[in-house]
């Protein structure tokens, strides 16, 4: 097994819902199959280990169900934990690094096995030392701390589209807003990404949910734009001179929206999302990918940059 995982053509696989496969077959796959988990409780806190075969909604529904706070904005991402901090999954204002205490990681260029603490791991938006490292790490087990608690600013509704599904949901449920549970945010965001996003236990169509990182740029661009184009969509980021944008405002103004060339698409709900309506090949999608890229980049002047992990010949350097 150690010699298998130091082989650079093995590509290690969690539920395989965010890569593009560009040239198959893949020459040789290992996968995690532990999906235990257990947690410890000390007053409000929680401090929960997860192995990295489990799925991240399942480990979303088990913590939400027993009334813990802090994962149910993650509600109904697709994958395992153990690809969660590749590219710090995250949603809705949250991101997995905002509960992390600690991973259990396998090195494949030493053979050794090491646990890293948070502020090992180099998470920032959509990015980690593991995913700027890759294949080298092998997490094998994730620590996070939840609470019992409510956060101060319980219930988080500020995002789009929630507050109205936060409202229906209410009501429907007689109950008012300070009255709701984790499992009750964690259900009403289901619902808010069920009405945009391709169902991704029923396929087709297959998509990588969002196919492009929205871009964050200089501060004087994101002005520049914002002249130009009051209604696009910009956040503020944890660094005062760098403003992030939608990537799908920028993809549905350049006319993608619900475009289609053979099997190869971009959705009809979310500009952002890339599908598969049935056989269309990972070149055939990337191809489609990279004209995005150039019409974003000619258009707007901002460069995109794809969040599924890219796979096929030639794709990266060997491992040490
Ligand atoms: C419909 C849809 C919606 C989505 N919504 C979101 C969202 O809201 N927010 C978000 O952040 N992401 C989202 N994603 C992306 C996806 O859910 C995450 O990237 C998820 O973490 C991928 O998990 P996976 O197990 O399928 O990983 P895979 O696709 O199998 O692998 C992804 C990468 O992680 C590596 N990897 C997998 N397991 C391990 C491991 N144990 N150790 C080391 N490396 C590993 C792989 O080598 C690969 O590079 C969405 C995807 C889809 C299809």
């Not at 409780?41 to 169900?65: H, K, M, P």
């Not at 236990?201 to 914002?226: E, I, K, T, Y």
């Not at 056989?279 to 460069?303: E, N, T, Y």
Request: proline letters at 8%.
């Amino acid at each position: 097994m150690r010699a298998f995982l130091a082989d650079p053509r093995t590509e290690v696989l969690g539920s395989g819902s965010n890569i593009l496969i560009l040239n198959s077959p893949l020459p040789q796959v290992a996968q995690i199959t532990a999906a235990g988990w257990q947690a410890l409780i000390v007053g409000e806190q929680v401090y929960l280990t997860a192995e990295a075969g489990l799925g991240l909604d399942a480990l979303v529904r088990e913590t939400t169900a027993r009334g813990w706070f802090g994962l149910e904005r993650l509600a109904e991402i697709p994958g395992t934990v153990g690809a969660a901090p590749m590219q710090n999954v995250g949603a809705y204002g949250v991101q997995l690094s905002d509960c992390v205490t600690g991973l259990t990681v396998w090195d494949r260029a030493r053979a050794r096995m090491a646990h890293w603490r948070p502020e090992d791991c180099g998470f920032a938006y959509r990015d980690s030392r593991f995913k700027q490292e890759e294949p080298r790490w092998l997490v094998l087990s994730v620590g996070l701390r939840l609470s019992t608690r409510p956060p101060a600013d319980w219930p988080p509704l500020s995002y789009p589209g929630v507050h109205a599904a936060a409202e229906a949901y209410s009501a429907a449920h007689d109950r008012p807003f300070a009255e709701l549970t984790p499992a009750d945010l964690a259900e009403i965001i289901t619902r808010v990404r069920r009405q945009k996003l391709p169902d991704w236990r029923n396929p087709p169509p297959g998509s990588a949910g969002s196919f492009f990182q929205n871009p964050v740029v200089p501060a004087a661009q994101a002005s520049a734009l914002r002249d130009r184009y009051p209604q696009l969509p910009q956040y503020a980021t944890d660094q005062p001179a760098r403003v992030k944008l939608s990537a799908g405002w920028l993809i549905e103004h350049c006319g993608w929206r619900g475009r289609r060339e053979g099997d190869a698409g971009i959705s009809a709900e979310h500009a952002l999302v890339l599908v598969n309506h049935g056989h269309a090949s990972g070149a055939a999608l990337w191809s489609m990918a990279q004209h995005i890229q150039r019409d974003v980049l000619a258009h707007f002047g901002v460069p995109l940059i794809p969040e599924p992990r890219l796979l096929g010949a030639g794709e990266r350097p060997a491992s040490g």
